[in-house]
């Protein structure tokens, strides 16, 4: 979609009235801009911890390698996530060097330029560091991302939702609740914000997510429907010295939402926020 400038302080005002009166559906939200029909993006960064979904596979330093490619708006997506630093407090210590989290998935761009995109996808993610539990290497998920631009240049207002029928926790001895028969499912509402005005590149988001019982029980051990985190965050990306090369840093904060869902995590030791701090290279060939 076509993003030009906004300002910085215009963009907040509307995020805030914005997610201040949204009811939330959907748990997190692809910030990233796609663009087609072709394009590919190889990234590498240093995290100072693994955060996935509201809680840490990692807390310490991790590596995270990327890799977008679209042709004909068929999109493919490969993430994988490496400890640098050790962390020996997990149910199954992780050791430098070992893979946390890994995840691969394909999705089809659907766009009306200057108006909206729609991604239906679909992806599949394993976390070869956790014990055995639900989804451990059973978390696929079919859904969409939408994303609609409002009127006002730069701000765009968006939603997610995903369904795990693979999985059914009925079946299972890591039983859920929150209906669905037992299968996993997940939304999200939000927006995003650009602010491009060569050589600045910023992009913010904001999301505020949701789940079914059976999802919040591979999270948290929580079996009860209801609201996860409110995530926002913002990306800078700036060009680099290296032709095609592009310097970005991230900065994202994680909140959850509902007081029980703090008490359960405060019980286990685990804060309910989470700051997350990232820097890193991409690449992007010039066509």
């Given at each position: 979609?076509?993003?030009?400038?906004?300002?910085?302080?215009?963009?907040?005002?509307?995020?805030?009235?914005?997610?201040?009166?949204?009811?939330?559906?959907?748990?997190?939200?692809?910030?990233?801009?796609?663009?087609?029909?072709?394009d590919?993006?190889l990234?590498?960064?240093?995290?100072n911890?693994?955060?996935?979904?509201?809680?840490?596979?990692?807390?310490?330093?991790?590596?995270?390698?990327?890799?977008?490619?679209?042709?004909?708006?068929?999109?493919?997506?490969i993430?994988?996530?490496?400890?640098?630093?050790?962390?020996?407090?997990?149910?199954?210590?992780?050791?430098?060097?070992?893979?946390?989290?890994?995840?691969?998935?394909?999705?089809?761009?659907?766009?009306?330029?200057?108006?909206?995109?729609?991604?239906?996808?679909y992806?599949?993610?394993?976390?070869?560091?956790?014990?055995?539990?639900?989804?451990?290497?059973?978390?696929?998920w079919?859904?969409?991302d939408?994303?609609?631009?409002?009127?006002?240049?730069?701000?765009?207002?968006?939603?997610?939702?995903?369904?795990?029928?693979?999985?059914?926790?009925?079946?299972?001895?890591?039983?859920?609740?929150?209906?669905?028969?037992?299968?996993?499912?997940?939304?999200?509402?939000?927006?995003r914000?650009?602010?491009?005005?060569?050589?600045?590149?910023l992009?913010?988001?904001?999301?505020?997510?949701?789940?079914?019982?059976?999802?919040?029980?591979?999270?948290?051990g929580?079996?009860?429907?209801?609201f996860?985190?409110?995530?926002?965050?913002?990306?800078?990306?700036?060009?680099?010295?290296?032709?095609?090369?592009?310097?970005?840093?991230?900065?994202?904060v994680?909140?959850?939402?509902?007081?029980?869902d703090?008490?359960?995590?405060?019980?286990?030791?685990?804060?309910?926020?989470?700051?997350?701090?990232?820097f890193?290279?991409?690449?992007?060939?010039?066509?």
């Amino acid at each position: 979609m076509k993003t030009l400038a906004i300002s910085p302080a215009f963009a907040t005002a509307c995020l805030v009235s914005l997610t201040a009166v949204a009811y939330a559906e959907t748990e997190p939200l692809e910030y990233e801009l796609q663009k087609g029909p072709d394009d590919f993006v190889l990234s590498g960064e240093l995290l100072n911890k693994d955060y996935d979904q509201g809680v840490i596979r990692n807390d310490n330093v991790t590596a995270h390698a990327g890799i977008t490619a679209r042709y004909f708006d068929i999109g493919l997506h490969i993430d994988d996530y490496m400890a640098v630093g050790s962390d020996p407090n997990l149910p199954r210590p992780v050791k430098s060097g070992e893979t946390t989290q890994f995840s691969a998935g394909l999705d089809y761009l659907i766009e009306w330029t200057n108006l909206f995109q729609i991604l239906p996808h679909y992806e599949w993610e394993t976390y070869p560091n956790l014990p055995k539990q639900p989804y451990k290497d059973q978390e696929e998920w079919i859904g969409a991302d939408g994303w609609y631009e409002l009127p006002w240049q730069g701000l765009e207002a968006g939603f997610g939702l995903d369904y795990n029928p693979f999985y059914n926790g009925e079946l299972d001895k890591f039983r859920g609740g929150g209906g669905l028969s037992g299968h996993a499912f997940r939304s999200s509402i939000g927006a995003r914000e650009f602010f491009q005005h060569a050589p600045l590149d910023l992009a913010f988001w904001e999301t505020i997510n949701y789940g079914n019982g059976e999802y919040k029980n591979f999270l948290i051990g929580d079996n009860a429907t209801g609201f996860t985190t409110f995530d926002i965050g913002v990306k800078y990306t700036a060009p680099f010295y290296i032709n095609e090369f592009w310097t970005v840093f991230r900065l994202e904060v994680h909140y959850w939402l509902e007081q029980k869902d703090r008490n359960i995590l405060s019980a286990a030791g685990k804060d309910t926020t989470e700051v997350i701090i990232g820097f890193g290279f991409e690449w992007r060939p010039e066509n």
